[in-house]
């Protein structure tokens, strides 16, 4: 098992920054995937970016390239998402996840667990 916390959401306005944070506890981090992923009211979760076990490959969704940035402390186990230049349509809870198979990390099913997520709104 694999607990799962994330911390850092809020209401900000665009332009402004956000660095989210996911605690995990539990199996040895290093061994997972990690990903971030979101949902916003009447969608389908997305995701949005992911970081290998080593932290040495990463992936993101197109929308977010060049304004967000994943990266991981695997001594402190957390893995975190920096936010930059938000936008309005950046609203909405952000989930971290942990997948053993770096192969299935853009879908959600390829996760085995999930956080409780944290609320990012971005007013105009």
């Known amino acids: 098992q694999v607990q799962l916390v994330e911390s850092g959401g809020g209401l900000v306005q665009a332009g402004d920054s956000l660095r989210l944070s996911c605690a995990a506890s539990?199996?040895?981090?290093?061994?997972?995937?990690m990903g971030w992923f979101r949902q916003a009211p009447g969608k389908e979760r997305e995701f949005v970016a992911a970081i290998s076990g080593n932290g040495k490959t990463k992936d993101y969704v197109d929308s977010v390239k060049g304004r967000f940035t994943i990266s991981r402390d695997n001594a402190k186990n957390t893995v975190y998402l920096q936010m930059d230049d938000l936008k309005p349509e950046n609203t909405a809870v952000y989930y971290c996840?942990?997948?053993?198979?770096?192969?299935?990390?853009?879908?959600?099913?390829?996760?085995?667990?999930w956080g409780q997520g944290t609320q990012v709104t971005v007013s105009s």
């Open positions: 996840a942990a997948a053993k198979y770096w192969s299935s990390r853009r879908y959600s099913t390829g996760y085995d667990y």
């Open positions: 539990g199996q040895t981090f290093s061994n997972y995937a």
